[in-house]
């Protein structure tokens, strides 16, 4: 869509499909924000616009809102029903003492 400024640049408009992305990128942020952050800290963060508060780190979530971890998620097929199903990986990395 053409700028109604001018610019010979046309406006961003941000599309359903790109806004779905959003919460894969915050996580991926929180992630690079968690492990390779400079000692200083993150860069920047998100924020709720109503209260200017950091948002809370994304949780993988049941559908009743309780997080869950690793070890309680699985996997199956959808299109048929399958009565065995494998674990994900639940070794967990230790975690250096200045990253928890």
């Known amino acids: 869509m053409p700028d109604p ?8 408009r941000l599309t359903e499909k790109g806004a779905d992305l959003a919460t894969t990128l915050i996580a991926l942020m929180q992630w690079g924000d968690h492990w390779a952050s400079p000692p200083a800290g ?8 109503a209260t200017g508060e950091p948002i809370a780190k994304l949780e993988i979530r049941n559908r009743k809102g309780r997080a869950l971890s690793l070890a309680e998620l699985s996997y199956r ?7 065995d199903h494998a674990p994900l990986d639940t070794e967990q990395p230790e975690i250096p003492a200045g990253k928890r």
């Open 77 to 83: 097929k959808r299109a048929s029903e399958v009565a």
């Open 42 to 49: 993150p860069p920047v963060e998100v924020i709720e616009l």
């Open 5 to 12: 400024e001018g610019s010979k640049y046309p406006e961003y």
